[in-house]
């Protein structure tokens, strides 16, 4: 499923995926298997052929927690780490059996280092993301934070545990159990 995080659809990233095609090796990773970790320096990029990944973190009393998802038709990096040289803040970990078309970072951070304005763009339209899921959190109940996840990617719910959505959705475990009782009554 393409364009599941916002930010995909403000921005053309065929560029991407052609790059990917023409440069890239494909590779498999098995559900459960690590593409980038948590403090390391991310160095190869990719494009999703098939399948999905989950981005994750420890929180400061030591959950494990989901907080960005991806899925087939889909860029697997992340920017920071990319493209300014920070330490992985997230484990990127795949949520099924999956096939990426693997490139070195250093291709598409030429690529957007020699092109200034799409480098804005996707500056941009990654910080709408972030700001709209914060306002989003605000905005939505948990119910309707969870409808819209469901109604963006209904196989969601197959790919990632309920303890992951509910952390993806900053909601309790308990409370998601109840958000999904109310809705078998309806």
Known sequence: ?????????????TFWREICEKQGT??????????AHTGSM?????????????HSLIDNA?????????????ILANYQSAMLGREMPT?????????????????????LTNDPTLNIRFAQALFEQAYTYILNDYRFTPA??????????????QL??????????????????RIRESMLKE
């Open 91 to 111: 484990d990127i970990i795949a949520l099924e059996d999956s096939e990426v078309l693997i490139v070195p970072a250093e291709l598409l951070r030429e690529r």
């Open 26 to 35: 494909l590779r498999h990773f098995s559900r459960g298997e690590y593409f």
């Open 42 to 54: 991310l160095k190869q990029l990719g494009w999703i052929m098939s399948g999905g990944f989950k």
């Open 160 to 177: 990632a545990s309920l303890k992951e959505i509910a952390s993806y959705l900053n909601i309790s475990y308990r409370q998601l159990h």
């Open 144 to 157: 309707e934070r969870y409808r819209q996840l469901t109604s963006r990617y209904p196989r969601i719910t």
């Open 62 to 74: 030591g959950n494990v927690k989901a907080v960005g998802f991806v899925f087939e038709g889909s």
């Open 1 to 13: 499923m393409s364009q599941f995080n916002s930010f995909e659809k403000e921005i053309d990233f």
